[in-house]
C-alpha cells in the first residue's frame, strides 16, 4: 500500500513540475533566471527556491542522522551550515558594491584565469556531488520501500528531472521550485505536526536528547560548521548564482527569509532522527527503514515525498547552475540553449553513474567540499572585506592547503594519510583538519598582501 501510494504522489508531483515549466525558453532565462518578459523574480520566487534548493533531499538525512547518533547537538550542527545564508548575502552584498556580477567575476579581476580556475574546479565537483547525492536519496527510498527498485528510479527521476530542466534552465528551476517548496511545506508540515502530537513526543527530551552514540561528537561537529559557515555559501553555485539575479535590497531580504524558514525546516526534520533514538529505535536503511516502522503509513509516505521533492527541486537548480559554470564561465559550450543542454547532460549522466560507486556516507560530501570551500576565508575577509590586495602566490596556497585537507578527510582511512593525522574520532580530525587550513591559508594571505 505506501509503496503504490509513494509512486503515485511522486509521480503526480514530477508532472505538475514538468507542467510548471515555461513553455518557451529564451538564452536570458535559461542562463539568467529571467522570466518571458525579461523580469527578475520576485522576493518570494527567490525566497523559496533558495529554500527549496537548499534543503536538498541529503540535507534532511543528514540532520536526521545527526539527531539519530547525536541528539540536538547534532542536527544543531548541520542547522549551522544554514548560517550560510547570512554570510552568504554579505559575500554577496559586498561583490555587487565592488561591481563584480559574480564570485568569479571577481576573482578575475584579483587574481586572473589562475584565481578563477581554482575556484571553479571546487564548484564543478560541488555540482556533480548534488546531482550525486540527491539521485542517492532516490534510491535509498524506493529501495527501502521495494527491494531492487532504486536504481530504475534513480534512471526515471534522473530522466524526468532532466527532461523539464533542460527545457527552460535557470527560468525553469525558479518556477518549479516554488511548486515544490509548497508541496512540500505542506506536506512536511503534516508529518511535522503528526510528530510532536504523537503520546510518545516529548519536546523537553528532544531539546536535550543526547543521541545513540552522545553528544559529544555533534559538539565538535557545530565547530566544524562555525569554521566553514563563512566561505561556505560563496563555494555554493546555485546560491550566488540567485545573488545576482533581482536587485541588492530584493536579493538581501530573499537571503534573510530563505535563513530562518530553511533553518526551521533542518531543525524539524532532525526531529525525526532524535525522536528514533529516544525510543530505542534500531538504525536501518539510513533511517528509512526506522521510520518505516516507527510510523503510521501516511506518516511515512509523507516524510518521503519530502525527501522525494527536495531531491527533485535541487537536481534542476544543479544543473542549471552547471551550464551557467560551463557555458558563462568556462565558455567551453556556446552561449545556447543547445549548448546549456548538453553540459546539463553530461553532469546528470556522470552524477547518475556516481550512484553506482556504492558510497552511501551522505555527510562526507559536505564535509570534503566544505573543507575545500575554505581557502575563500581569507581570500574574502582580507581581500573583499579589506579590500586588500593578495599576491595570486598567497592565494594558490590557501588554495592548496584546502585541497590537501579535503583529500586527507576523503582518504583519512588510507595507511599514509591516516599517519600524519591525530588519533580520534573522524569528525576530531576534521575539526583539526579545518583549523590547519585556516592557519596555513591567513598565514599565506597575510604575507602576501601587496604594499604600497
Not at 547534532?74 to 561583490?95: D, E, K, Q, R
Not at 579581476?109 to 536519496?137: D, K, M, P, Q
Not at 510528530?195 to 543521541?211: C, E, H, R
Amino acid at each position: 500500500m505506501q509503496t503504490t501510494l509513494l509512486i503515485v504522489i511522486f509521480a503526480a508531483i514530477l508532472i505538475v513540475s514538468l507542467l510548471a515549466a515555461p513553455r518557451r525558453a529564451s538564452v536570458d532565462g535559461f542562463f539568467g533566471g529571467l522570466n518571458a518578459t525579461g523580469q527578475a523574480p520576485g522576493l518570494w520566487v527567490l525566497v523559496l527556491s533558495q529554500v527549496t534548493t537548499w534543503i536538498f533531499a541529503r540535507s534532511l538525512m543528514n540532520a536526521a542522522i545527526l539527531g539519530y547518533y547525536y541528539g540536538i547537538a547534532g542536527t544543531l550542527a548541520y542547522a549551522a551550515y544554514y548560517g550560510s545564508f547570512l554570510s552568504g548575502a554579505f559575500i554577496v552584498g559586498h561583490l555587487r558594491a565592488q561591481g563584480a556580477r559574480s564570485m568569479q567575476d571577481w576573482l578575475r579581476s584579483r587574481f586572473g584565469r589562475s584565481g578563477t580556475g581554482c575556484y571553479n574546479i571546487v564548484i564543478a565537483l560541488r555540482l556533480l556531488s548534488e546531482v550525486f547525492a540527491n539521485l542517492l536519496v532516490v534510491g535509498l527510498i524506493f529501495n527501502a520501500v521495494l527491494a531492487g527498485s532504486g536504481t530504475t528510479a534513480i534512471l526515471v527521476v534522473a530522466a524526468l528531472g532532466l527532461a523539464y530542466s533542460a527545457w527552460g534552465g535557470l527560468s525553469a528551476a525558479l518556477r518549479t521550485d516554488v511548486v515544490q517548496m509548497v508541496v512540500f511545506l505542506v506536506v512536511f508540515g503534516v508529518a511535522f505536526v503528526a510528530l510532536v502530537a504523537s503520546p510518545g513526543f516529548d519536546f523537553g527530551a528532544v531539546i536535550t536528547a543526547p543521541g545513540a552514540a552522545g553528544a559529544y561528537n555533534g559538539w565538535i561537529l557545530l565547530a566544524v560548521a562555525a569554521l566553514q559557515v563563512f566561505s561556505y555559501p560563496a563555494h555554493d553555485p546555485v546560491m550566488m548564482d540567485r545573488g545576482f539575479i533581482a536587485d541588492p535590497a530584493t536579493t538581501r531580504a530573499s537571503f534573510l527569509h530563505a535563513f530562518w524558514i530553511s533553518t526551521l525546516c533542518i531543525i524539524g526534520f532532525g526531529f525525526f532522527g532524535i525522536q528514533a533514538s529516544l525510543i530505542g529505535a534500531a538504525y536501518e536503511g539510513e533511517l528509512i527503514g526506522t521510520w518505516s516502522t516507527m510510523f503510521p503509513t501516511w506518516v511515512f509516505v509523507a516524510l518521503m515525498i519530502s525527501l522525494l521533492v527536495s531531491a527533485l527541486s535541487t537536481l534542476d537548480s544543479a544543473l542549471a547552475s552547471s551550464a551557467r559554470l560551463v557555458v558563462e564561465e568556462l565558455r567551453l559550450a556556446p552561449r545556447t540553449l543547445a549548448g546549456g543542454r548538453v553540459v546539463m547532460v553530461v553532469f546528470m549522466v556522470a552524477g547518475t553513474a556516481l550512484t553506482l560507486w556504492g558510497n552511501a556516507t551522505l555527510f562526507d560530501a559536505v564535509a570534503v567540499s566544505g573543507t575545500a570551500s575554505m581557502f575563500l576565508t581569507p581570500v574574502l575577509i582580507v581581500g573583499l572585506v579589506a579590500r586588500r590586495d593578495v599576491a595570486l602566490w598567497a592565494y594558490m596556497v590557501a588554495f592548496g592547503a584546502a585541497m590537501l585537507g579535503a583529500f586527507a578527510y576523503f582518504a583519512r582511512s588510507w595507511p599514509m594519510v591516516a599517519a600524519a593525522l591525530p588519533e580520534g574520532h573522524k569528525y576530531e580530525q576534521l575539526l583539526v583538519i579545518c583549523i590547519v587550513v585556516l592557519a596555513v591559508g591567513f598565514a599565506a594571505v597575510l604575507a602576501g598582501l601587496r604594499r604600497g
